[in-house]
Each structure stands twice: as C-alpha cells, then as structure tokens.
T-cell receptor, first 119, second 112 residues
Framework: AQTVTQSQPEMSVQEAETVTLSCTYD???????LFWYKQPPSRQMILVIR??????QNATENRFSVNFQKAAKSFSLKISDSQLGDTAMYFC????????????????FGKGTLLTVNP | SQTIHQWPATLVQPVGSPLSLECTVE??????LYWYRQAAGRGLQLLFY??????ISSEVPQNLSASRPQDRQFILSSKKLLLSDSGFYLC???????????FGDGTRLSIL
C-alpha cells in the first residue's frame, strides 16, 4: 500500500520569507506522479504543482518549486517570497498506477501541513 | 475552459434521512470523476471513482453509493445517513487517470 507522510502539522513564516514543507512517500511501484495541493480557508482544493517521477528536473511554478529526491522518496515544496494569500493547508499527494496496468490509478493524500504567513 | 460545479455547498440532515450530492463538469467529455471525503483536520479519502457512464468503483465499504447517469454528472447518495457520514465532500475530475485532478468547491455535510 502507498503512504504519504507530512511530518509538519503546522508551520509559520514571515511575509516575504521562504519556507519549505516536507513530504515523504512509500511505494513499490515505478510509475507515479506527485502533487502539492493547497486548501485555503475557503476549502477549495487547488493544484499548486506536479512532478512526474520519471523526470529528474525539479518542477517550478512561479514562487513554488519542489525538491524531488526519488531515491529518498522525498518531495518537498519550497515557497519563496511568501505572501499572506499563501496561508492555507498544504497537501502532498501521490498518484500511482499499479504495475499490473489498467486504469486503476489512485491518488493518496498526506494529512496536510497548515501554513500560516504572518505579516 | 473546464469547470466543475458541486452542490449544495452546505447541508444539514437528520440521522436516517437520504442524501443526494450532485457534481457536474463542463467543457470536457468523458472525464474521470471522483468523490472524496475529508474529515476535520485530515487529508482526503477516496470514496468512489468513475471512468465512464455507469462505471463506478468503490474504494471503501460504507453507507454511501455513487452513480454516473450522464457523461459529466456524478452523484453521491445514501438511503440512510449515519452520524459518521458528517464531513466535507469533494468532487473532482481529471482528463485521464494519470493527470492532475481538479476539485469542486465541496459540500459540508452535518448530520444531526
């Protein structure tokens, strides 16, 4: 079974500073994808960034970037120049296709990290 | 562009009453559709997913069921709600199973 672990239940950062959220995962599969989702107080789940496991280059989306360490099964999210609007719950998620094939992909979420950006 | 609509936004129901939550997707055809539940302070748990009309897969045994009567419509139902059914329910869609999922605004369900 696949598991996703976010070891930091809560974090805080000052506005304009940089913060890194940790995520580790466990799987025996070889084909998978990794995502970070953001859930602000409005509760809408918003895709922040994605990473394909077969790509060595770390994904970047504006102020958001990841540090993907496949051997260590680590997928951390770095937020640069933090803004007040970044305050949200951040979920690491792992999408895997079993080696047996078929369309039975499953997206597994971590329990989340509550990030608060302070003015 | 594609949009996903989910309603109602909030629902308060007594124990033992039926449930119907609806989700529709616009701007795409044959989407993969998903229902998740999010308990307070926790991540998302996949309840059902569908790769086509009438094709429903259940991830966990429970008091709920799902149906997909039309290509872009996904319904979450229950005949008799339990207190444990309270939570935040999210519908999501993706173009392909290995593509990112995009979520609706969610329904907060409270059972009294």
């Amino acid at each position: 079974a696949q598991t996703v672990t976010q070891s930091q239940p809560e974090m805080s950062v000052q506005e304009a500073e940089t913060v890194t959220l940790s995520c580790t995962y466990d799987t025996s599969e070889s084909n998978y994808y990794l995502f970070w989702y953001k859930q602000p107080p409005s509760r809408q789940m918003i895709l922040v960034i994605r990473q394909e496991a077969y790509k060595q280059q770390n994904a970047t989306e504006n102020r958001f970037s990841v540090n993907f360490q496949k051997a260590a099964k680590s997928f951390s999210l770095k937020i640069s120049d933090s803004q007040l609007g970044d305050t949200a719950m951040y979920f690491c998620a792992f999408l895997v296709r079993p080696n047996s094939g078929g369309s039975n992909y499953k997206l597994t979420f971590g329990k989340g990290t509550l990030l608060t950006v302070n003015p | 562009s594609q949009t996903i609509h989910q309603w109602p936004a909030t629902l308060v129901q007594p124990v033992g009453s039926p449930l119907s939550l609806e989700c529709t997707v616009e701007g795409t055809s044959n989407p993969n559709l998903y229902w998740y539940r999010q308990a307070a302070g926790r991540g998302l748990q996949l309840l059902f997913y569908s790769v086509g009309i009438g094709q429903i897969s259940s991830e966990v045994p429970q008091n709920l069921s799902a149906s997909r009567p039309q290509d872009r419509q996904f319904i979450l139902s229950s005949k008799k709600l339990l207190l444990s059914d309270s939570g935040f329910y999210l519908c999501a869609w993706s173009v392909q199973p290995n593509q990112p999922q995009h979520f609706g605004d969610g329904t907060r369900l409270s059972i009294l």
